[in-house]
């Protein structure tokens, strides 16, 4: 039988989960200027959004949050589900910090002042493929182990 959700997951589950939920019911309120702001700089980076009028779009990503940090909390959605959700969110958040200027020091992935706060899902990513992995650590076999750990015999 496997479970859901192992000990070691529940943390990082809450931490990510409850992050996620909270940026995504601010943004359920969102007045018309900071639906603009929050259009036009995922714009920037993705250009195939200009097609869709700011509200609806920052009302579509509320929910988008609302639902990866929902299933990071519920302890009935599998791990691995809830880090594939995780994985596939943080890395489109990602891809602002990369493509919007002004985001990363010049030649550089360092953030600048104003791409802090987008550097930051660079651990929600990492957590959500440490969650990926949560069946393999589970079935405990040898050629899954961490490329870090060393083996014991």
């Known amino acids: 039988m496997t479970t859901t959700c192992e000990l070691r997951d529940v943390a990082p589950r809450l931490a990510t989960g409850a992050f996620i939920l909270n940026s995504g019911l ?10 603009r702001g929050v259009h ?7 250009p195939f959004l200009k097609g869709i009028e700011p509200r609806r779009f920052t009302r579509m990503l509320a929910c ?9 909390l519920a302890p009935f959605v599998p791990t691995r589900l809830a880090g ?3 994985t596939g969110f943080s890395g489109g958040l990602l ?3 990369l493509r919007v200027p002004g985001m990363r020091e010049p030649g550089s992935l360092r953030p600048t002042q104003n791409g802090i706060p ?3 899902d660079s651990w929600m990513l990492g957590i959500g493929l440490g969650f990926l992995s949560a069946g393999v650590r589970r079935s405990g076999t040898r050629g899954a182990r961490c490329p870090w750990h060393r083996c014991r015999g």
């Not at 601010?26 to 639906?35: N, Q, R, S």
Request: proline fraction near 0%; glycine fraction near 12%; charged fraction near 25%.
């Open 26 to 35: 601010g943004k359920l309120k969102a007045d018309e200027e900071t639906a």
């Open 118 to 120: 987008l550097a930051k």
């Open 40 to 46: 036009d700089m995922a714009c920037v980076a993705y």
């Open 84 to 86: 594939l959700a995780l």
């Open 95 to 97: 891809g602002l910090y």
């Open 64 to 72: 988008s949050e609302i639902a990866v940090g929902g299933a990071l």
